[in-house]
């Protein structure tokens, strides 16, 4: 009996990990199509374009989900840094402009005044806006349209990858947890924004 229960736990676990390999071998086919299909449709350019766009809203993802279920002790207020570097100039320049003031005005005046009326899961896409908003020129323009900035897109999402493999015990085990494969599926887009842009600027 108990040789019979050993070889069915044995089975489960080759079976969950040829799944676990097929998955990752779909994920790196889906890639490869989607740089292929992005260099065709406008070369590189818009490969860079597309993916800032996909890492963005990536990192947006990520932060909505660390403020309602994902709680963990990893450092994600690093990702208000990466939408900063990250954000398309489009809106980046709306939020930058006088709606973002207005948000930011609105925010302050409620988190000082009616703190109760503040929810917690607010806090990051209020530093957000204000970072958008008060950051000087040298940070808002030179250093993101920089090689610089997409440095530190790369750091932030390196660092957030082993923090969230290192946390999930082991690369596996980080696709077979609750919200596993989407939580890994976001970081590793973030790393492929960078990854990518710096590839292009240096060839």
């Known amino acids: 009996m108990g040789r019979m229960e050993f070889l069915k736990m044995k089975t489960d676990d080759e079976v969950s990990a040829n799944l676990i390999d097929s998955d990752v ?8 199509k989607l740089i292929k ?16 766009w996909v890492a963005s809203f ?22 208000v840094p990466y939408i900063f570097f990250s954000l398309p100039s489009v809106l980046f320049n709306f939020f930058r402009g006088e709606v ?52 530190i897109c790369l750091i932030i999402a390196c660092y957030l990858l082993q923090e969230h493999i290192r946390a999930s015990g082991g690369f596996r085990n980080s696709f077979t947890q609750p ?9 590793i887009l973030l790393i492929v924004y960078p990854v990518w842009a710096l590839v292009l600027h240096f060839l």
């Open 100 to 151: 973002g003031r207005w948000i930011a005005f609105v925010a302050v005046v409620l988190r000082l005044f009616f703190p109760r009326h503040f929810p917690d899961w607010l806090e990051m896409p209020g530093s957000i806006i204000l970072l958008l908003v008060v950051a000087p020129n040298f940070f808002a323009h030179t250093l993101k349209e920089s090689v610089v900035g997409v440095f």
């Open 179 to 187: 919200h596993g494969i989407s939580n890994t599926v976001g970081i």
């Open 58 to 79: 990536a990192a947006i993802y990520l932060l909505i989900l660390d403020r309602t279920n994902w709680r963990s002790n990893m450092l994600t207020s690093l990702l």
């Open 25 to 32: 071998s779909e994920l790196k086919v889906a890639a490869k």
């Open 37 to 52: 299909d992005a260099a065709r449709l406008g070369g590189l350019g818009f490969g860079t374009s597309f993916l800032k």
